[in-house]
């Protein structure tokens, strides 16, 4: 994959990404209770797990997690993008809807700081895991018409989902872990 081809893709992953922002946004000022049912549903999830852990712990869950999600990004590739491009779509409405409810509670400051510190790697990981799922799902369409090699071309990207996204996850988790609920506390 060409650095345009990567730029292409990550182009569209954070297009599609945030109009799910969009649509998750628009959700909660809509008044739909499926907003309050998405809110619920990851509090209840993902929360509950994590509530009490030190902050090591935290940062190996949070870390796993992520990964986790990235994989499922980068591997959705093989479903010739779809999946890719679902998973990026309905997080985007449920970041939408939990940072309207953010902003709402903590104000535009406590957004900031809840978000920014962690999110200036994570979200640059989710990126590009997309991007590789996206490129991934291009070279299986070649592979098809006998253009290209989609193995070799797999391999390629899993070591740059190597080199690349799994550091700036880990550093993403740190920071979460570490960082944020510190800014929280003077912020908020």
Known sequence: MSRRDLSIFLAVSVGVFLVGIAAGYALLLSGDPMAEQLIEMVRSGVFTDILGDPAAMLAVKIFLNNLQACILLFLGG?????????????????????????AERLGPLGLAAGLVPHGIFELPAIFIAAALGLGLARSLLADLSGTRDAAAEALRLGGLFLRVVVPLLAVAAVVEAFITPALLQIVV
Not at 78 to 102: H, M, P, Q
Request: no cysteine; hydrophobic share 65%; net charge negative.
């Open 78 to 102: 093989a479903t010739f993008g779809l999946l890719t491009l679902f998973i990026l779509l309905s997080n985007g409405v449920v970041i939408g809807v939990f940072a309207g409810e953010i």
